[in-house]
């Protein structure tokens, strides 16, 4: 009983948008292993992706007191971490002469330029201002990461939970500069 003709209905190509998904490797060689490094670093930050959609749904969940759900969130996050992990092992398949044929190809273009990943750290808690520096040629994502350093992080809702739960966390915790990035404070570990 399989549905066999999709004329004017969505079927699972359309659902996933997979033409334009599987369309966007574009490799700039002829390097056969070129395609493991884009669909590598693409798989990556569609994970990312996902890791922040969680990570903003638990910090919200926190916020309004709902725990449960953010546990289940933030372990859907772990697991994420350990996906994106693992990911590598198929890239550990490319030796480093391979990766010469055509890294000179990619110009300045590195990894550490990912917004999604430095959107990640921001997100938890990792505020280190002179990340933006690496995004700064593009406005729409310097937004991104400026939106992000004025809300309170993960770690900063849980503080904030921990306070209204009625544990003595230090206001000058609670009301310091969100842009800053933590430092250890002493009645926070009390």
Do not use: C
Request: hydrophobic share 45%.
């Amino acid at each position: 009983g399989a549905q066999m003709s999709f004329d004017g209905r969505m079927s699972y190509n359309d659902y996933l948008s997979l033409d334009p998904i599987l369309t966007a490797q574009k490799p700039l060689s002829t390097a056969h292993d070129e395609m493991l490094f884009i669909i590598q670093h693409q798989t990556s930050e569609l994970w990312m992706k996902l890791a922040l959609h969680e990570i903003g749904a638990a910090r919200a969940a926190i916020a309004k007191g709902a725990l449960q759900p953010a546990f289940k969130m933030l372990a859907r996050v772990a697991r994420i971490m350990e996906q994106l992990n693992n990911a590598w092992d198929v890239l550990r398949t490319m030796t480093p002469a391979d990766y010469t044929t055509f890294r000179e190809g990619l110009g300045q273009s590195s990894g550490f330029q990912s917004w999604q990943y430095r959107l990640i750290e921001y997100a938890v808690g990792n505020r280190n201002l002179a990340m933006l520096k690496p995004h700064a040629h593009r406005a729409d994502i310097t937004a991104k990461l400026e939106a992000e350093l004025a809300r309170p992080s993960l770690y900063d809702e849980a503080l904030r939970h921990l306070a209204r739960s009625g544990l003595p966390v230090p206001a000058e915790v609670l009301t310091r500069d969100l842009r800053q990035p933590w430092v250890v404070h002493e009645g926070v570990q009390r």
